[in-house]
């Protein structure tokens, strides 16, 4: 028997539940999709009148909050009754790593899943179909599963049943809408078929039945930690190739271009560049590296490390080669940061790579000018200030200042650094640029952003990650 879908919950109003119900709100006019936080603050933003204050960034996502919220998608921090009227709970909440205890620095710490598992099993009527968004470890369904089974048990909670299902999502950030209205496939886990055909008979709404894919629970849960390790290893193993084409006078865009007209390699993930950030390739590498040594596995676990290992070598040697280029010395001088979020077309800085560089020339004394067209300053200081065993906050915030835009960060500046790939450094008036900053003016290129003949031509020194013939 198919359980009919009125009312759908999402617990979570983040990166990943937010945009995911929005879509899915959209596709199925006739369910009602309620998503809760326990951040007050943030579900406020998410029901602000200015569609500009939204908690995230994305592009094609305020006009969809625009079409549907209040109709039949609702942001709302009354997480009790939200979970007590759902007929399908998706679960989307964050899964961070430990950063102490058993498994710190690899396993993913599971306090907001099982937290949410309790809720779940404590407001939830009747049957209910809990969905795992978030991305878990293998296994992590026993952990809902056994949390809701022991309520069901306890006389109280009698007439309550439940359903667990893996529904992984594949959406980067950035492309979000795109990637949630045409996905490339749906992946639905569990054991029980009915609750399988309802959760696909809702995607069914807008993606074709050939691109859904029902597995076990196990299976599902383990393919999302794999697809994010395959693909952070590609950017590993072609930034590993970046060092080697500046020493040989080879081009990596060429080498790229060239390896991925392969079919079988294929061309996409191919960009070489600082490394790559994001809430999820380090975390779910480092959690697949945990589950390895779990199983005794460790050559594998050793193989996936070296993914890590080879991304914050590339941060490392991006921000030695500015140092050396700049005469090993920094004090004194100005660098404009173009770019401060993980990639572009997201306000999200998580483990973005220019965490890493930027701390690392504050180190060696210089000033930085930070221009990203979605970053807060808030945000900025933030991440710049969890360094505090080299400067307290207060010290580490005299040396950095955010502009308003990338002439402003360029002024009076030795070197502009280009971290993100947004499309606007692209169009960047690269004779006012040099005619405002000092003398010698550097750029060091990161992203394959900057045309280097042009920048030459203009008088600039230019370094470009990878090219054999700007190094
Ligand atoms: C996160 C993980 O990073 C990703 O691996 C996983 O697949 C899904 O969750 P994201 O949506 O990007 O992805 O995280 P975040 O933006 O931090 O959103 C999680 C939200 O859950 C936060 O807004 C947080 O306040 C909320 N939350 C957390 C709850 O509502 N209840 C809790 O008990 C814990
Ligand atoms: C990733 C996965 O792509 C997505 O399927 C999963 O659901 C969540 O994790 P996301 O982290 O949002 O998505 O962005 P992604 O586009 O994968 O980029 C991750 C990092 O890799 C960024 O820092 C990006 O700049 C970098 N990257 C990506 C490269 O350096 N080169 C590339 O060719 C592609």
């Given at each position: 028997m198919y359980k009919e879908i009125k009312k759908i919950c999402c617990i979570g109003a983040g990166y990943v539940g937010g945009p995911t119900m929005a879509v899915m709100a959209a596709n199925n006019p006739d369910i009602k999709f309620t998503v809760v936080d326990i951040n007050k603050q943030k579900i406020n933003l998410w029901n602000s009148?200015?569609?500009?204050?939204?908690?995230i960034y994305e592009p094609g996502l305020s006009e969809l909050i625009k079409k549907n919220r209040g109709k039949n998608l609702f942001f709302s921090s009354d997480i009790e009754s939200s979970i007590e009227n759902a007929d399908m709970i998706f679960i989307s909440v964050n899964t961070p790593?430990?950063?102490?205890?058993?498994?710190?620095?690899?396993?993913?710490?599971l306090k907001y899943v099982e937290s949410s598992a309790k809720e779940v099993a404590k407001y939830s009527k009747g049957h209910t179909i809990v969905v795992e968004k978030s991305t878990l470890p293998v296994k992590t369904a026993l952990t809902i599963k056994s949390i809701l089974t022991a309520y069901q048990e306890k006389g109280e909670h009698k007439g309550k049943s439940f359903d667990i299902l893996s529904n992984p999502e594949f959406l980067a950030e950035g492309t979000a809408i795109i990637n949630l209205q045409n996905p490339d496939r749906v992946l639905i886990g569990g054991d029980n078929k009915n609750s399988i055909e309802t959760l696909k008979g809702i995607y069914m709404n807008w993606v074709d039945e050939c691109k859904i894919l029902t597995t076990d629970l196990w299976s599902s849960e383990l393919s999302k930690l794999i697809s994010n390790a395959f693909l952070a290893q590609r950017i590993s193993s072609i930034n590993s190739i970046s060092a080697l084409c500046e020493a040989t006078e080879a081009n990596i865009s060429n080498v790229s271009k060239a390896v991925g007209m392969d079919k079988r390699i294929g061309?996409?993930?191919?960009n070489a560049g600082p490394g790559f950030g994001g809430s999820c390739f380090k975390k779910d590498i480092s959690n697949l590296i945990y589950i390895c040594k779990h199983y005794g596995l460790e050559d594998v676990a050793r193989y996936w490390e070296n993914v890590i290992l080879l991304n914050k070598w590339q941060q490392r040697r991006i921000s030695k080669i500015i140092v050396d280029k700049l005469f090993g010395n920094l004090s004194d001088k100005r660098i404009a940061i173009f770019?401060?979020?993980?990639?572009?077309?997201?306000?999200d800085t998580r483990e973005s790579p220019a965490i890493n560089i930027c701390r690392d020339l504050l180190d060696e004394g210089c000033f930085l000018s930070i221009y990203d067209p979605k970053v807060s300053s808030s945000q900025i200081k933030r991440e710049l200030s969890?360094?505090?065993?080299?400067?307290n906050s207060d010290q580490n915030n005299l040396l950095w200042e955010k502009n308003s835009n990338l002439y402003e960060a360029a002024k009076n500046s030795d070197a502009l650094v280009v971290l993100t790939d947004w499309v606007e450094f692209k169009s960047a008036d690269l004779k006012k640029i040099f005619n405002i900053m000092n003398y010698p003016s550097w750029i060091f290129d990161t992203?394959?952003?900057?045309n280097p003949e042009e920048a030459s031509s203009i008088g600039f020194n230019i370094w470009k990650l990878g090219n054999g013939f700007y190094s």
């Open positions: 009148k200015d569609l500009d204050e939204l908690p790593t430990k950063t102490k205890g058993f498994g710190a620095g690899f396993a993913s710490d061309s996409e993930f191919l770019g401060f979020a993980f990639k572009s077309d997201t306000n969890l360094h505090e065993n080299v400067r992203r394959d952003i900057i």
